[in-house]
């Protein structure tokens, strides 16, 4: 025995859509709608209901109006992605590189001062450009044996300035050796020896 399943014939969407479209009853939902509204109308202020005429069908407008803008986001992605952007390029070669770094590294980072008749330590430091904070905060932590009151004549003061030009160390040579003070990452200073 055959026995064939009869095929359902296609039929078109479209079709069914005009099909469903014709068939509703458009005055009921209309008289349906409107009496919901209407009440809600009715209660809003003569004033309101004329801005509300004249508002609604402009934003509808200017809904259905496509923007002049001119440029989609994709156009602007694009249109910045084949722009030119141009970039700093390091084009000093590294030979030139180390001898700038070994000039920079014979250059004196220290510098000399000998003690002459009549000198302090404030008078020095005023000579050198440095500030009397940094004084006052050396003479702090100075010690018992005071290496920074009691300079002498002939003694050697060493300093080494930090790349901005303030003090970074300072070195008091003595008979019994050298006293060092030296700046503190918070900005201080403390004492070796």
Known sequence: MNRRRKKRQQQDPLESVKKQFHAFDWRVAFTSVRNRVEPVWM?????????????????????LLPSGGGTTPETSVQS????????????????????ASTAQATEPAWQDYTVKQGDTLAK???????????????????????????LRQGQLVRFKRTPEGALDIIQLDSPQGAVIFFRLSDGGFGRSK
Do not use: C
């Open 80 to 99: 910045a992605s084949t722009s030119r952007i141009e970039i700093p390029i390091n084009t000093q070669s590294l030979s030139s590189r180390e001898q």
């Open 43 to 63: 209660r809003l202020p003569q004033l309101h209901r004329r801005i509300l005429m004249v508002l609604v069908p402009v934003v509808l407008i200017l809904l």
């Open 124 to 150: 020095i430091f005023r000579n050198q450009g440095f500030p009397m904070a940094d004084l006052n905060t050396l003479v702090r932590i100075e010690g018992d044996d005071q290496p920074l009151s009691r």
